[in-house]
């Protein structure tokens, strides 16, 4: 299967403390995505890291992508309670926008 | 960015009835998606809307089950047919254009098949 694979499943850290989240895949890719989801809602677009880019970094958000691995890290640093959500990763992997999805990494930030 | 709005947000349905889910895009998108979420696992695709012509169904989804509509650039419709308990689900829709590689999402239809 092509689907990327997220650990941990679940992480529960303290408000202020840093979460990192990887993600696995198994093919060649365009691109990888990270996206949050609140409580079964529709998810939000957090970062895409190009397959010819090592890291990246959004406010809070750090990402790092290792191609010979075909492994990426998501590091949210100083968490907060907002940040409780399920992150999962997707990769673009063909010639079209489809997305190929993790089976995600449920966080909870206790205040 | 582009808002996707989906209704209903939830339903409870019979078993062997039909559901209609609606997806509007409040601009122009050049491709829409339907997926599938069972609750805590990850989303499927189920397929990807084109518009004016026959929806391209992933493996495991076929078209009498899971009929899909795409009028203009801005709306979708996706009907799961013949509903049994393992329908149960969250359907999304997300929709893409341009030059952005990434999905804007609608909120979801929870959908609870009895």
């Known amino acids: 299967s092509q689907q990327g694979e997220e650990d941990p499943q679940a992480l529960s850290i303290q408000e202020g403390e840093n979460a990192t989240m990887n993600c696995s895949y198994k093919t060649s890719i365009n691109n990888l995505q990270w996206y949050r989801q609140n409580s079964g809602r529709g998810l939000v677009h957090l970062i895409l890291i190009r397959s010819n880019e090592r890291e990246k970094h959004s406010g809070r958000l750090r990402v790092t992508l290792d191609t010979s691995k075909k492994s990426s890290s998501l590091l949210i640093t100083a968490s907060r309670a907002a940040d409780t959500a399920s992150y999962f990763c997707?990769?673009?992997?063909?010639?079209?926008?489809?997305?190929?999805w993790g089976l995600g990494t449920s966080l909870a930030v206790n205040p | 960015s582009a808002v996707i709005s989906q209704k209903p947000s939830r339903d409870i349905c019979q078993r062997g009835t039909s559901l209609t889910i609606q997806c509007q895009v409040d601009s122009q998108v050049t491709m829409m998606f339907w997926y599938r979420q069972q609750p805590g696992q990850s989303l499927t695709l189920i397929a990807t809307a084109n518009q004016g012509s026959e929806a391209t169904y992933e493996s495991g989804f076929v078209i009498d089950k899971f009929p899909i509509s795409r009028p203009n650039l801005t709306f979708s419709t996706l009907t799961v047919s013949n509903m049994s308990p393992e329908d149960s689900s969250i359907y999304l829709c997300?929709?893409?254009?341009?030059?952005?590689?990434?999905?804007?999402f609608g909120p979801g239809t929870r959908l609870l098949v009895l």
């Open positions: 997300s929709g893409t254009g341009g030059q952005r590689e990434t999905q804007y």
């Open positions: 997707a990769i673009n992997a063909g010639n079209n926008r489809k997305l190929i």
